[in-house]
């Protein structure tokens, strides 16, 4: 590749990079008054940035590359990666950006004052507005006549609703009977949760043992406190993660580190030869939140891990875990109920939030559904999803900041994340016939390891469907989630599940 | 002025700004790792800031608008700063840029081994390297036969070396048998200060008290730790700064604090009409510097100021403090004795320091001085200056890592700081006469307001030295200087100090 075409992929790079540590310092440390400073400075660099990509000379060096012949298989699949982001930017009108960026400001702001109303229709001007901006944003970006589609391929670059519709409707139809179960055992949330205070002190230091037992790489990365907990990468030796203190709420810092720490191990691994170019870089948010998923759920909430860190995080709350045992403590964390709230929602319900929410964006972008008739669709699809309905706006429709900055789209990769999390963690216990053996003895070299070699290090150089494929012999699929669930909560809940 | 440019004053200001966050957090979170990345990504900014500078499109614009007649007076003030700014940047070749970034490279490292071997000799090529590189930088950015002017000239612009050498040597000469007279007295260092370990979060929270004392604004900015303190400002609303606990050497907080929180106040008062454009600026290094010795040592080191807060400091250091009083603190922190180390120098040896480095510079740049008599040359000065004699060259020669840079040029700064301060100090007290009586209450508004309204909001409009003689009526000068040193010190020491 020629030394000017690979300086600019550095310099796409660096400038990235300084995008996300200007947008982290954002959240954890910039002084109050410097918010408009800061949006400023971020503008500036979003602003360079795109006129770097669209810049008529990459396009023709990318070509000429593409052309050339010469090119190493990684770096095809640089000019790949790095023409697809091009042209979706050079096919985003200018005009669409300004108005995009104007639309978000009135609809966050409008979402807050709807939410403070407790009304939806406070939101829904704003809310129309945003949709008639995406459906434009989708014909200039272009699609074959499912205008989702364009808006997917922002956040899992390569799917489609032909292939996705099919997987989260069955998920849905096995889901349902399964929570229906679940719930008819009529277990209590436990009881170590209430009216209970973990100092934060100790919280804090039992998420860094976390980040240890893990092996996120402390002098490759960070954690600090932020309202919102996040992962931000400036490079793979400096990834940034966030977790929050409620004293109340013990498992949100526990979990969360776990969470951001799966998204963590992904952005330290990137290859060492790849760094500073597109393939540094995941290929779909859903594969992101498989990393995170997978080290939240599919280990963090497992007993093997608890087995070897239960008698620690007792020893750090010898009072509030006093009467707790492993056990307890186990089916503690995947107590399973119906909730209102996504962000609060257990492994087994999680998905129904999302295929719910797939469902209504999906109807509003092929104008099926009027944006006034949103919550009452949402009304009744909580009803037959969950059974439950909620009390008003706030804990329904108005829940999520995403259709308020008019992101649609990125719901489903949530789903995503946890399907492939499973197929993956699956493969990795065929590979690895000693996983759970060593997470007990509080060994997780192995599994990460093994997804370092087969996820990590790959970078962007496959889909996010294809490289699951590679691994696991098998693209998207509900079977290995749905088997996961089965026999966890089966187990839990002295039940036997079907779906 | 037209849009266009004031579109690229604001971008320039914007990569300013992240470049300067960038730089702040390598000091302060950056992970071990994580340090080349950083390197790469502000060299991505600095080049991006410089190919933005020199774009021709600007010098026309600016030649247009110069020429125009149309602008308001801040705005020809604007034209002028950023067209200076941007003449120095067109003057230095690239080849150049690129020389003097790899010999900085070495001559740091060259520096660190010849301060391990204690031995100037491993630094010297480097050194020579580094002194030629900066003459034909002095060469190409042209000056009047003085090259050190135009290495002067990046850090103080306007001052000249025929301007600055007769206030130097008067102010040495001034010096010498002042500081031998004070020495004679004999009187020992402070004994609170010796084996006492000072709680490191206290010395913190005290830190932070001081902050809000001199009224720094801490939503517009911050404080952390570094290991070298530092001011850094990315805008006026977001002025950071650090200090550094030393449980054995509580008084480097307290006054590496007061002394960043000066720095910080300056650049937290730009005007709001100035923000984004090359007016919010200091004019040059030394009036900044002015305003931190001014509240690090006018304010800082003063009875009326500790009048106030010592009883606060004692009852954070109960133990520590129990024998001492008001005046035995005053007296402590004002402890005069020769010393070989600048950093540690008190406020009436410090600038015997500077002329001597001042005087080595310029010899240097003229030729006068071969490089390989550098050690010799400073050792013979420093006893005639201070009486001392460096036992090894890490204590003499080699302290200081500004000659590692190949920064000739910066030293004066310092000490035009010390005597600006001094002038603006004199001014304020005239202007203000309940000074004194306003600081032993606690109440710094009235010096800080007059500050600002004199300095801080007047951003770059004129020259620093024109800034001075507008507020006192009078330029650069060593007479209030010596002043404040003759009273103050003549009362510590009970003698009479001419000079």
Chains 1, 2 share one sequence.
Do not use: C
């Not at 996705?164 to 229906?180: E, K």
């Not at 952005?267 to 393939?279: I, S």
């Amino acid at each position: 590749m020629d030394t000017w075409l690979r300086s600019r992929m550095h310099e796409l790079s660096d400038l990235h990079g300084v995008i996300n540590l200007a947008a982290w310092d954002r959240e954890v440390y910039l002084p109050a008054k410097a918010a408009p400073a800061r949006a400023q400075q971020l503008s500036t660099l979003h602003a360079l940035h795109h006129e770097r990509l669209v810049d008529p000379r990459l396009g023709d060096a990318l070509a000429r590359a593409g052309e050339s012949g010469d090119l190493t298989p990684d770096e095809q699949a640089m000019v790949r990666v790095l023409t697809r982001e091009r042209e979706r930017a050079v096919r985003m009108p200018a005009r669409l950006v300004t108005a995009l960026a104007a639309a978000q400001g009135e609809g966050i702001q409008a979402w807050r004052e709807a939410r403070e109303a407790k009304s939806f229709a406070r939101f829904q001007p704003a809310l129309a507005a945003l949709l008639a901006l995406r459906r434009e944003q989708a014909d200039a970006q272009g699609h074959d006549g499912e205008r989702y589609d364009a808006l997917l391929e922002g956040f899992e670059p390569g799917m489609r609703v032909q292939r996705l519709t099919p997987v989260l409707t069955a998920l849905r139809d096995a889901l349902i009977p399964m929570v229906a179960a679940l719930a008819s055992v009529r277990r209590p949330p436990p009881a170590f949760l209430d009216g209970r205070a973990y100092d934060t002190d100790r919280q804090w230091r039992f998420t860094m043992r976390l980040l240890k037992a893990v092996g996120f790489d402390l002098e490759a990365g960070r954690q600090d406190l932020s309202i919102h907990p996040f992962t931000n990468a400036q490079h793979a030796h400096d990834v940034r993660l966030t977790t929050r203190l409620d004293a109340a709420h013990p498992l949100s810092a526990l979990f969360g580190t776990l969470h951001e720490a799966g998204h963590g191990l992904y952005e330290q691994g990137f290859a060492t030869e790849h760094q500073r170019t597109p393939l540094a870089a995941v290929p779909s948010m859903g594969l992101h939140e498989s990393q995170s998923r997978l080290w939240e759920n599919l280990v963090g909430r497992g007993r093997p891990f608890w087995a070897h860190h239960f008698p620690a995080l007792k020893e750090a709350f010898p009072q509030a875990l006093a009467d707790v045992d492993l056990d307890g403590f186990h089916a503690g964390i995947n107590h399973v109920a119906p909730s209102l709230i996504r962000v609060e929602a257990d492994e087994v319900t999680y998905n129904l939030h999302i295929v719910l929410r797939y469902e209504l964006e999906l109807a509003l972008l092929r104008d099926e559904l009027p944006v006034s008739e949103l919550p009452s669709a949402w009304n009744e699809r909580m009803r037959r999803y969950l059974g439950l309905t909620p009390p008003d706006d706030t804990q329904g429709v108005l829940q999520d900041i995403h259709w308020a900055w008019g992101e649609w789209g990125y719901f489903p990769t949530y789903a995503l994340g946890n399907l492939y999390a499973a197929s993956l963690h699956a493969a990795a216990v065929r590979a690895l016939p000693e996983l759970d053996a060593h997470l007990e003895r509080g060994d997780t070299s192995t599994l990460r390891g093994w997804l370092h070699a087969q996820v990590h290090s790959q970078g962007f150089r496959l889909p996010a469907e294809e490289r699951v494929r590679a691994v696991t012999g098998e693209g998207l699929t509900d079977r290995d989630f749905l088997q996961y669930l089965r026999a966890k909560y089966g187990a839990l809940y002295g039940v036997t599940l079907k779906g």
